[in-house]
């Protein structure tokens, strides 16, 4: 079937709508109907071809199904549809266009995952949800990973990596299901908790944030949970905690691999009963938030090493999102640039700020160990210093001021002071302990079946790990 296509054309490549079923004067129908609410023309185009029209069309808003069956067909029909979608993009929209559903139907589809089930005869048929999706996908092309909506943190990203975190997020917000985000100093972890709260149900609630790294020990537990008065000495008035300031919204406990091992049993508590206490309270308090969780720290060395309880990294980690570094996705940093280089010309009143084309090969060739929070600084410390309205080379100072964590990382296997060959030797061996050791643990100390994950004969296995 030929495609549908309205009169106004995208100027981006970008399908805001892809128009299925069997039929097409429907799809013809909805396809001119829905063409107004949308910047770029929706697309019909025939059921069979679904699967090879969402591999070559590039990137699209959605999915809106027009299918021609009712009960049992029509879940099969819809299940199908939604199987194309996931194979080309897991997070790509599903509407259903529909009429005559049996509560038990409607049920079924969205157990499907289905974003939208519209009737035929809905006067306004693009729902304000639709219209969100659409635009927040659109505003992917561009690298704005969650859209460009008010308060909608600005995470950019079009390296694979990035593209994989925005479609985890996408799928994880609208549930209550803890998250626990993993990176690097400066990698994003809180503009990423942001997106799974505005883009969850709980957006109208509160986003309520706190840094266990930066308060005492002595104070984390009255910041967290408050305090009743006359606690103790000087608490003079009732204070609510951070926990009661997120009720129906987000707490987003950040560096939660700092927290004092003493105090993680009631995080644990409120985790699994959500219920909390105030310092010198005698009545349990029930709590109605969504806990997301970040720390760049290895939580699994920090469990063997007796500092973090393992019941609660089980708790917390029940949807991990780990985030790349930005020397893992050297392709963004001019679109990271570009970015902050608009903030930067605003904020110092220099309209013409620009990077010339010597300093950004600079730019993508450096490792920043501190991450996107590094190249801020840096671009900062040189449009200030800068002669003229482009930064040169000679403006940088690329040089790390915190400890590259892959040399870390080498540091605790070698030594960096031997040659190069004896470096590399030592970093072999101790490769292939690790390699070993991992593997007999993971097989529960079964050597064949270690051996055969390995490629290697069982007494081949037994003289290399002694």
């Known amino acids: 079937m030929a495609s549908v296509t309205a009169t106004r054309k995208s100027r981006t490549g970008f399908v805001p709508l892809l128009i299925c079923g069997s039929d097409p004067q429907r799809i013809a129908a909805w396809a001119e109907r829905l063409a107004p609410a949308f910047e770029g023309a929706p697309q ?58 049996e509560s038990a139907d409607l049920v079924g ?37 969650f859209g460009k909506g008010k308060n909608v943190p600005r995470l950019l990203g079009r390296a694979a990596p990035m593209q994989e975190v925005a479609r985890l997020v996408e799928k994880v917000a609208p549930s209550d299901a803890t998250a626990l985000i993993l990176g690097e100093s400066g990698t994003g972890k809180e503009l990423v908790a942001r997106a799974l709260h505005v883009l969850s149900p709980r957006r109208r609630g509160p986003f309520v944030a706190i840094n266990c790294a930066a308060i005492p020990e002595t104070l984390l537990e009255n910041e967290l949970f408050g305090h009743e008065k006359g606690a103790y000495t000087g608490a003079n008035a009732t204070a609510i905690g951070k926990v009661e300031a997120a ?23 409120l985790l699994q009963d959500r219920t909390y206490d105030r ?26 090493a007796k500092r973090f309880r393992e019941d609660l990294y089980y708790r917390l980690s029940v949807v991990p999102i780990p985030l790349p ?42 490792r920043w160990p501190g991450n996107v929070r590094e190249l801020e600084n840096e671009l900062e410390r040189a449009a200030v210093l800068a002669h003229g309205e482009q930064i040169q080379p000679s403006d940088l100072e690329l040089r790390a001021r915190v400890e590259d964590p892959d040399l870390l990382a080498l540091g605790r296997l070698v030594s960096l002071d031997s040659k190069l060959d004896e470096t590399i030797e030592q970093a072999a ?9 991992h593997a007999i643990g993971r097989h529960g100390g079964d050597l064949a079946a ?12 037994e003289r290399r790990k002694a």
Do not use: W
């Not at 919204?249 to 508590?269: A, C, H, N, V």
């Not at 938030?289 to 063997?304: C, D, G, Q, S, Y």
């Open 450 to 461: 270690a051996a055969a994950e390995l490629g290697l004969e069982i007494d081949e296995l």
């Open 247 to 269: 009720e129906k919204g987000t707490l987003f406990l950040d560096e939660i691999g700092e927290m004092p091992i003493q105090l993680q049993s009631k995080i644990l508590r």
């Open 109 to 145: 589809l969205f157990r499907l995952e289905v974003q939208e089930v519209l009737h035929p005869d809905d006067t306004e048929p693009v729902t304000p949800r639709l219209r969100a999706f659409v635009e927040r996908r659109a505003a992917r092309t561009q690298g704005l990973l």
């Open 279 to 304: 310092i010198g309270g005698t009545r349990t308090r029930r709590a109605d938030v969504r806990i997301v969780a970040a720390t760049n720290r290895e939580l699994l060395e920090e469990v063997a």
């Open 325 to 366: 570094s930005l020397r893992e996705r050297p392709e963004d940093i001019p679109l990271l640039v570009n970015f902050i280089l608009d903030r930067l010309a605003e904020k110092l009143a220099r309209p013409g700020l620009m990077v010339a084309p010597e300093a950004m090969e600079r730019l993508v060739a450096y």
């Open 44 to 101: 019909g185009v025939a059921i069979e071809e679904l699967a090879p029209r969402l591999g070559r069309a590039g990137t699209v808003g959605a999915v809106v199904f027009v299918p021609a069956g009712e009960g049992a067909a029509l879940i099969e029909a819809v299940r199908a549809v939604r199987d194309a979608c996931r194979a080309a993009d897991p997070a790509l929209p599903l509407v259903v266009v529909t009429e005559g559903l």
């Open 429 to 437: 061996a101790a490769v292939e302990k690790l390699r070993i050791s």
